[in-house]
């Protein structure tokens, strides 16, 4: 008998360490003092804010004393007047030696270490600009009056992606993307570590299966755009999904709107009926 995937919680909490990164794939483009930023790895809005790759990013304000410590994670750039470290995971950026806490941590993305854009800008005595039409984000430092080239590639979002409240930070704040239908066979698993297969039907029609137990409850679904609300068994709420991917397989994150960082957020994976039915009494 094949094996069902099945999640385990450091998964679940790897995806909750960087709750929105997978929600927003939009790309940006960066102006630093006029120039276009050219990196190998495009800039990403991840958690609401701009990540771009630390060297392009230090490089371009003239930090160009740039050092990467493999074994603790750590980045370090200095303009010879400010020095600046951070460390993968952390929210806190140390400032020459004063710490500031920062809402978004650097990542690694597509094998690159990306730092927040505004944060790292703003300790380096740059100030950042937002435009939510155009999704492009101007650095200016040093009193250099930004001059936006006509043949910069201004990528607009697409009909799927809108900006929610984009005055309110200098970074994108977008909401989930227009996906697929959501009808189908899943694997999934809470936070508490309970596994189910999920059956969500075409008439609106829900079946939870316990895989330990085999015992399954009938609800109802609806979905629209990228919202699942969920009537069956524990999973009575609405869910925002984010779609990931984890050792080459998709994944779906569904965040418990009433509660994003706990509640009855689970992850769920596409499988075949053969494998669903392998738990129906």
Do not use: C, H
């Amino acid at each position: 008998m094949k094996k069902l995937y099945i999640f385990t919680l450091s998964i679940i909490l790897t995806f909750m360490f960087s709750l929105n990164s997978f929600a927003a794939p939009e790309t940006v483009s960066v102006i630093v003092n006029g120039n276009a930023l050219t990196t190998d790895t495009p800039a990403v809005i991840r958690n609401s804010r701009t990540m771009v790759p630390f060297r392009a990013l230090f490089e371009a304000l003239g930090a160009n004393q740039i050092f990467w410590d493999e074994p603790t994670q750590t980045v370090m750039g200095s303009d010879g007047v400010t020095t600046i470290k951070l460390v993968i995971g952390s929210y806190d950026i140390d400032v020459n030696g004063n710490t500031i806490t920062m809402d978004t941590p650097p990542m690694i993305i597509n094998s690159r270490t990306m730092i927040p854009l505004s944060a790292v800008s703003s300790s380096l005595g740059a100030t950042v600009e937002w435009n939510p039409v155009g999704y492009i984000a101007t650095v200016t430092k040093g009193g250099v009056v930004p001059n936006v080239p006509n043949n910069i590639s201004q990528i607009q979002p697409s009909q799927d992606t809108q900006i929610s409240n984009p005055t309110q930070s200098n970074d994108a704040v977008l909401t989930p993307m227009n996906y697929g239908p959501i009808t189908g066979y899943y694997a999934i698993e809470d936070l508490k570590r309970n596994k189910y297969v999920l059956n969500l039907g075409e008439n609106g029609k829900a079946e939870l299966i316990d895989i330990n137990s085999k015992n399954s409850v009938q609800g109802t679904y609806s979905y629209n755009n990228s919202t699942l609300s969920l009537k069956v068994s524990n999973f009575n709420s609405t869910y925002t999904r984010e779609d990931a991917s984890y050792n080459k397989n998709n994944l779906i994150l569904m965040k418990d709107n009433t509660n994003t960082t706990s509640g009855s957020t689970f992850v769920m994976m596409k499988i075949s009926q053969d494998e669903y039915n392998k738990y129906v009494k």
